[in-house]
């Protein structure tokens, strides 16, 4: 009877260690740190941003630190420079989500582009998303989890000054 109750213990024990957690313990949470990664082997790490509205949306780029920007709605990275950065078209400037994707025959998806000027290189993200939280006359604010597939990707939030 001990070696029975031993072996029930023994069982329960094991099974509460081993079974999964429950509960939200997602370590890739975008929506709380400011946005990080890699593009072309290159750190990311989110500085500024800008957003312009265009006919079919808000045409955005966040840029890395490694550029020193005075004014962000008036800067303009050199090709061949050392600086990263992100850019594409949001659908709108409300809030709301927009994953990424792209069909294998190229004729439907939603990517944004991580962009790295010395190289010249561009990398389409097309796995993730990108989320608006809010919106007013001045900023556009949001978090974002851009992965291309193939080990470059950003995630975090971002702020983008509407110019």
Do not use: H, W
């Not at 001990?2 to 079974?19: G, M, N, P």
């Not at 962000?72 to 809030?95: E, H, K, M, N, R």
């Not at 994707?101 to 010249?120: C, H, K, M, N």
């Amino acid at each position: 009877m001990k070696s029975f109750r031993f072996l029930i213990t023994a069982v329960l024990l094991s099974s509460v260690l081993l079974l999964p957690s429950c509960g939200d313990d997602d370590t890739s949470d975008c929506s709380t740190a400011i946005a990080t990664g890699t593009i072309d082997s290159k750190t990311f790490n989110f500085q500024a941003g800008r957003a312009v509205d265009v006919s079919d949306g808000v045409d955005f780029r966040l840029y890395s630190d490694d550029v020193t920007i005075t004014n962000v709605c008036s800067f303009s990275s050199s090709f061949g420079d050392d600086a990263v950065s992100i850019f594409g078209t949001l659908p709108s400037a409300t809030v709301g989500r927009t994953e990424l994707f792209l069909l294998p025959d190229l004729s439907d998806g939603y990517t944004i582009t991580l962009f790295d000027a010395e190289e010249f290189n561009n990398i389409i993200a097309v796995e993730g998303f990108i989320e608006v939280t809010e919106v007013t006359d001045t900023t556009i604010s949001g978090y974002l989890n851009a992965d291309s597939g193939s080990g470059d990707s950003v995630c975090g939030t971002f702020v983008l000054m509407r110019c």
